[in-house]
């Protein structure tokens, strides 16, 4: 079955630069969710949109920046990034409004450095 | 607000041993729970969930768990667990349909030989 993408996998930026994390949602799911995982921590949710609009918004910080395109695919854009920018951040997405599809399926990451 | 609290950072077990990873959590409303296990480097993986109906849930590799009201418990079990079964386990919550998840500090279990 088709899972979550995200791309890159991997990146590695130096302090002040800009990012760009792609997530490229399973078929059919209209919902897509952003989270943090910080070393050693919990995933923090940080924003979601619902058919291409903004759903829910959790600590984003305001330096970052997110959108939905027509196709459900997602990009994280990170500006003037800053060392405790470093994390794991998962892309998730569901057909969350079908009754009992509630579940969020997640992406690999984007494993991101910032030295 | 909701929170979710893992009682245990660190579980170390032996292998063929039974193992529970505990899981409360605080809620003013109804929620939906859910499990999901992060191996080594790797995305979250669902494990379980309770939506509503019958407490007690059964997921993949053997896992199950128990949803409990009036402790506001979510407990995961597993009768016999096996080294691949190292991994990094969240508990986690939504308390809207299609709404973000909360989760807690994550229980890392090691299974030794």
């Known amino acids: 079955a088709a899972g979550v993408i995200q791309s890159p996998r991997h990146l590695i930026k130096e302090k002040r630069e800009t990012a760009t994390l792609k997530c490229y949602p399973i078929p059919r799911h209209d919902t897509v969710y952003w989270y943090q995982q910080g070393p050693g921590q919990d995933p923090q949710f940080l924003i979601s949109?619902?058919?291409?609009?903004?759903?829910d918004k959790g600590s984003i910080p305001d330096r970052f920046s997110a959108q939905q395109f027509s196709d459900y695919h997602s990009e994280l854009n990170m500006s003037s990034l800053e060392l405790g920018d470093s994390a794991l951040y998962f892309c998730?997405?569901?057909?969350?409004?079908?009754?009992?599809?509630?579940?969020?399926?997640f992406g690999p990451g984007t494993r991101l450095l910032v030295l | 607000a909701q929170s979710v609290t893992q009682l245990d950072s660190q579980v170390p077990v032996f292998e063929e041993a039974p193992v529970e990873l505990r899981c409360n959590y605080s809620s003013s409303v109804s929620v939906y729970l859910f499990w999901y296990v992060q191996y080594p480097n790797q995305g979250l993986q669902l494990l379980l969930k309770?939506?509503?109906?019958?407490?007690l849930v059964k997921g993949i590799n053997g896992f199950e768990a128990e949803f409990n009201k009036s402790q506001t418990s979510f407990h995961l079990r597993k009768p016999s667990v096996h080294i691949s079964d190292t991994a990094e386990y969240f508990c986690?919550?939504?308390?809207?349909?299609?709404?973000?998840?909360?989760f807690g500090q994550g229980t890392e279990l090691s299974v030794k030989p």
């Open positions: 949109f619902y058919e291409k609009m903004q759903s």
């Open positions: 309770y939506l509503s109906g019958s407490t």
């Open positions: 986690a919550v939504s308390v809207t349909q299609g709404g973000k998840l909360i």
């Open positions: 998730a997405s569901s057909p969350a409004y079908i009754r009992g599809q509630e579940t969020q399926y």
